[in-house]
């Protein structure tokens, strides 16, 4: 059995997010786990791409879609974990484990 690797993609609702998503939906033998999507404010985008890929956590860095995209989790996506802050978001990076970080992000510092 392969050790599934484990994904985390920031900027996952840009060209290059999308992208990614695209080679993660065609692994057809389960060798990818999407454990955090993040992105900046497309709620929609984000919440509909987490249930396609069934990421385990998600973060907008935008406060106004962030509060959007938690509602929507909550509606669409009840084991998906919602990341509600910078803070939350890289505390997650420092203390989960992953083997695969996409960062396709733009005018973004992660401190």
Request: glycine fraction near 6%.
């Amino acid at each position: 059995m392969i050790k599934r690797k484990k994904v985390v993609v920031l900027g996952s609702t840009g060209s290059i997010g999308q992208s990614t998503e695209g080679v993660l939906r065609l692994d057809k033998k389960s060798c990818f786990e999407t454990v955090l999507l993040a992105a900046r404010s497309r709620a929609h985008e984000i919440v509909a791409q987490s249930q396609r890929l069934n990421a385990g956590a998600i973060y907008l860095d935008n406060p106004a879609a962030g509060q959007q995209a938690r509602l929507l989790t909550k509606k669409h996506l009840k084991k998906t974990r919602f990341l509600a802050s910078r803070n939350e978001l890289l505390n997650y990076l420092e203390r989960e484990s992953f083997d695969l970080c996409v960062i396709a992000l733009t005018d973004f510092e992660l401190s």
